[in-house]
């Protein structure tokens, strides 16, 4: 189910070079990336699930830096859905628990390098004290100029389409029928949770399988899709490469011929 990708060859006893973006054919401007397999690593580990979270923490850490690195322009990463609500009471407590301890000590990396701190999804249900601290990183990072990296919180694609379509009727009442008929594609992104998100050229889901699972389900309508069967803990720098020569072999039509 993987797709393979290639790496450059390293020195017998050497690091292998890291690639620059010349080594792509071509690079995503924007990706998105549903991490899969947090609690299968944990029990194929032998290891408590928290722990599978926890090592799944490196893994964005080290995902985020090299994307950075690359210049790709946005990250988007799927890390709490509005299903994942349904999970253990002590599972989600671990969660949160991580989520608080990530966006404070990874304040210093997204500061250092040149990161736009960002969230979506229904932030609201989040406990005050997460939502705190991610409104402190946002503005923390708000003025730098670098890679957007997005966080999926409390998200469903659905219920953000659906919110969209609640403020359009609200507009239609508002302003009259005639100016919510009078919307485009482009005009009802804008009621989306971050109307100014780049379409991602990439999707990327760990773990083998095969399902977008309500996740920025009008975003991705041209998205590419590249299955990885590294489990997210697992997924570093090298999975992240395979995965963006995976993406250069493509040849994107949009449906035009």
Known sequence: MSEAGTSPEAEPGSEPPRPVREDFKHLPRAIAIIMDGNGRWAERQGLPTLRGHEQ??????????????????????????????????????????????????EREEIMSNDIRFRAIGELDRLPDEITDEYETTRAMSAGNSGMVLRLALSYGGRREILRAAQQVARLAVEEGLEAALALEEEDFANFLYDPDMLEPDLLVRTAGEMRVSNFLLWQISYSEFVARDALWPAFREAELHASLHAYAARERRFGAR
Not at 70 to 96: C, H, K, P
């Open 56 to 105: 799944g923490a490196e893994s964005v850490r080290a995902v985020t830096r090299e994307c950075a690195r690359l210049g790709i322009e946005e990250l988007t990463l799927y890390a709490f859905s509005t299903e994942n609500w349904r999970r253990s009471q002590d599972e989600v407590a671990g969660l949160m628990n991580l989520l608080k301890s990530y966006l404070i000590e």
